[in-house]
């Protein structure tokens, strides 16, 4: 350290907007018990320049903060030990590309009325796992699907690397372009099928098919609506196989071409009946199947019981799903259930031999 050379200032063409100094011990008396024997003076030769430093500085070293902040909450997000959801900081969208929308590695293919949105939302309480909005469609609609990879990727949440992005669209089941068009997107994505017993499943889609037309034309709910019965069997009394609701809960026709396309071991048949009634085990063993992390357990749940059905929890808020999914079924004629169960039976059996499970499902 040496004494200041008053050369090096004079030999600076333009005046600096800081002066540093360094002046001997001796020259400010003023400070006492200092070992060094030099100080520094800072000088302000202009005030303005000064400020606009100032103001630049502490921007920058906001930024460094924010920047640190916005790094800490990525690596706890990254290592899954708190919030796991995309932060929704400043600038984070930019510092952070890793948090994007990516293909989904896992879709709830159907059964429509099976419970794939209870599925989904369910699912939805595991940290790792990130939700399309709504129904994409993508792979069952022509229109959809002539957009392209690309617009399907955006239809998709923003997730981060490791996370598993889901998307359910239950029409998937039933389309037969569908399987070869997912396995032409990502050959080892992972297939959630729900089914529920075909009975039950049939009259709930009967019931929805009847409110969205109420809804369609209100006008026109006073007219009598068919009964389940009347659609389900014609007049001579034999099953009308051709009626939709009927004809979708045969899931053997649909499952087939599934397992064409796809190994067995990459779908997953998620019992429905039994989601309502103990979902948890369920849930485990969509995680198992997913390769997540156990995470969802019965604190998840409460059984609520006005509506007679599991409502769900996560750390900032309970949520019972949507009034019209718990939708009272219209009472139908015992003799027609158990007639139709008879029927289902040989179907189911075929079901099960293709999927190797059997489900149990009552056979009158
Ligand atoms: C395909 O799906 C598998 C299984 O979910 C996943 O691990 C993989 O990352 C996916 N590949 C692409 C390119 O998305
Ligand atoms: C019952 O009626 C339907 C439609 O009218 C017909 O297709 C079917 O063959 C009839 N079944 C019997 C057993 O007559
Ligand atoms: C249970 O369900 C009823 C009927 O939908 C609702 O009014 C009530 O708030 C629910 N209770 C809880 C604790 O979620
Ligand atoms: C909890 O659930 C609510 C409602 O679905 C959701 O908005 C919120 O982001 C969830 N919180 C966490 C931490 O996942």
């Known amino acids: 350290m040496s004494p200041a050379k008053p050369e090096t200032r004079k030999g600076c063409v333009r005046a600096p907007h800081f002066d540093i100094l360094w002046l001997p011990r001796a020259a400010i008396k003023s400070v006492e018990g200092d070992p060094s024997d030099c100080v520094v003076v800072v000088g302000v030769s202009r005030p303005k320049m000064a400020l606009t430093v100032l103001t630049i500085m502490l921007l920058s070293l906001f930024l460094t903060f924010h920047l640190i902040y916005d790094s800490a909450l990525y690596s706890l997000h990254a290592k899954n030990v708190e919030h796991p959801r995309p932060p929704i900081l400043l600038l984070s969208r930019r510092l952070y590309p890793s948090a994007a929308s990516r293909l989904p590695q896992a879709i709830i293919m159907g059964v429509r009325k099976c419970g794939t949105r209870a599925l989904l939302e369910m699912l939805y309480l595991h940290p790792m796992i990130q939700k399309a909005a709504g129904e994409v469609h993508f792979f069952d609609r022509d229109d959809n699907y002539y957009k392209g990879l690309e617009w399907y990727r955006m239809q998709m949440p923003r997730s981060y690397p490791g996370q598993i992005t889901i998307e359910k669209s239950p029409s998937y089941f039933v389309t037969p372009e569908v399987p070869e068009r997912i396995r032409a997107m990502n050959a080892s994505v992972k297939?959630?099928?729900?089914?529920?017993?075909?009975?039950?499943?049939?009259?709930?889609?009967?019931?929805?098919?009847?409110?969205?037309?109420?809804?369609?034309?209100?006008?026109?709910?006073?007219?009598?609506?068919?009964?389940?019965?009347?659609?389900?069997?014609?007049?001579?009394?034999?099953?009308?196989?051709?009626?939709?609701?009927?004809?979708?809960?045969?899931?053997?026709?649909?499952?087939?071409?599934?397992?064409?396309?796809?190994?067995?071991?990459?779908?997953?048949?998620?019992?429905?009946?039994?989601?309502?009634?103990?979902?948890?085990?369920?849930?485990?063993?969509?995680?198992?199947?997913?390769?997540?992390?156990?995470?969802?357990?019965?604190?998840?749940?409460?059984?609520?019981?006005?509506?007679?059905?599991?409502?769900?929890?996560?750390?900032?808020?309970?949520?019972?799903?949507?009034?019209?999914?718990?939708?009272?079924?219209?009472?139908?004629?015992?003799?027609?259930?158990?007639?139709?169960?008879?029927?289902?039976?040989?179907?189911?059996?075929?079901?099960?031999?293709?999927?190797?499970?059997?489900?149990?499902?009552?056979?009158?």
């Open 191 to 364: 297939l959630l099928l729900i089914v529920r017993e075909p009975v039950t499943r049939a009259i709930s889609d009967y019931t929805q098919l009847r409110a969205n037309a109420a809804t369609a034309s209100p006008s026109m709910s006073t007219s009598p609506t068919k009964s389940f019965e009347q659609l389900a069997l014609f007049s001579n009394g034999s099953i009308n196989e051709a009626y939709r609701p009927l004809a979708i809960s045969l899931y053997h026709n649909y499952m087939h071409r599934w397992l064409e396309v796809f190994p067995r071991e990459q779908i997953l048949i998620v019992n429905g009946d039994l989601l309502i009634e103990d979902p948890v085990s369920q849930l485990q063993k969509i995680e198992r199947f997913l390769g997540l992390e156990p995470r969802i357990s019965t604190e998840n749940f409460y059984f609520n019981e006005t509506k007679g059905f599991y409502c769900l929890r996560n750390e900032t808020s309970d949520r019972c799903l949507r009034e019209t999914k718990g939708r009272k079924h219209p009472r139908v004629d015992a003799l027609v259930v158990s007639r139709l169960r008879k029927y289902y039976g040989e179907h189911n059996q075929r079901f099960y031999e293709l999927v190797g499970e059997d489900l149990g499902w009552p056979e009158e």
